[in-house]
């Protein structure tokens, strides 16, 4: 399964309970990207196509609020404290430790879900440890050495042979 998939399950995962309870509500996620509109419009446009075949349509019952850092990181505790003051349901932060640390400043209640980029979350301090992260912050990074014995312990649970 592709890093495509774990992000939507992530988003899920925190966005359901939302939906459920609230059905007349539009639902607000913010999203962070370190770089420009043009380069993460193909991630963006595959989050907003595999939310709409589960039926989480934008306009309907989700809303985006786009911010990107477009490289420049004097920029990236500027538009995390924006989508806070907007107080959108969940932030999804596309790429990079210094963008998830400055989602993690300026918020303590909402939800941050990371998507690849970034290196081991809990030596950069994202979360406590992988099997129990704590605090406000779940996703995916690049980490793949310590993980990759998790994956294969995963794999051995679900295919037995």
């Given at each position: 399964m592709d890093s495509k998939f774990w992000l939507i399950t992530a988003i899920l995962l925190v966005c359901i309970p939302m939906v459920k309870a609230q059905q007349e509500k539009i639902h607000r996620i913010g999203y962070l990207s370190v770089r420009d509109p043009a380069v993460e419009s193909s991630r963006a446009a595959a989050i907003r196509s595999a939310l709409r075949e589960l039926g989480y349509i934008e306009?309907?019952?989700?809303?985006?609020?786009?911010?990107?850092?477009?490289?420049?990181?004097?920029?990236?505790?500027?538009?995390?404290a924006d989508l806070v003051r907007l107080n959108v349901d969940v932030i999804i932060v596309a790429g990079g430790d210094a963008m998830v640390r400055a989602a993690m400043n300026a918020t303590k209640i909402i939800p941050i879900i990371m998507s690849g980029g970034g290196a081991d979350p809990v030596t950069?301090?994202?979360?406590?440890?992988?099997?129990?992260p704590g605090g406000n912050v779940t996703g995916l990074t690049n980490l793949t050495g310590e993980l990759g014995g998790k994956r294969l312990e995963l794999s051995k649970k679900s295919f037995p042979l």
């Open positions: 306009g309907q019952n989700i809303a985006f609020e786009y911010r990107y850092g477009e490289g420049k990181r004097e920029r990236f505790a500027e538009i995390a950069t301090g994202a979360i406590q440890s992988l099997s129990s």
